[in-house]
């Protein structure tokens, strides 16, 4: 079973920054792509940033393509998530995601965490 736990949310101003980071256990982990999603209210939930298990290769969904950044410690099974620059429309649940290498699908999520940015 994989366990994936978020922490870091919070409310920021407009152009602040915030760090997520997600903590995972379970089996083979470090051999998982690791991921952020995020769902803002009224809306499906999208991918934003993965990376896979060298930490070498990302993803970056283009709306936060130059502000995001994400990380690996493998060592830690931990993943993070830098946020800067932040804007309004970032505001949304944040969840930690986990897949095998190869897969198609997402198979893990956790339970999320709130980031809300407003003034």
């Known amino acids: 079973q994989v366990q994936l736990v978020e922490s870091g949310g919070g409310l920021v101003q407009p152009g602040g920054s915030l760090r997520l980071s997600c903590a995972a256990s379970?089996?083979?982990?470090?051999?998982?792509?690791l991921g952020w999603a995020r769902q803002a209210a009224g809306k499906e939930r999208e991918l934003i940033a993965a990376?896979?298990?060298?930490?070498?290769?990302?993803y970056y969904a283009d709306s936060v393509k130059g502000r995001f950044t994400i990380s690996r410690d493998s060592a830690r099974n931990t993943v993070y998530l830098q946020m800067n620059s932040l804007e309004p429309g970032d505001t949304a649940v944040y969840y930690c995601?986990?897949?095998?290498?190869?897969?198609?699908?997402?198979?893990?999520y956790g339970q999320g965490t709130q980031v809300t940015v407003s003034s």
């Open positions: 995601a986990a897949k095998p290498n190869g897969a198609n699908t997402w198979n893990y």
């Open positions: 379970g089996r083979i982990i470090s051999s998982f792509v």
């Open positions: 990376v896979d298990r060298s930490a070498h290769n990302k």
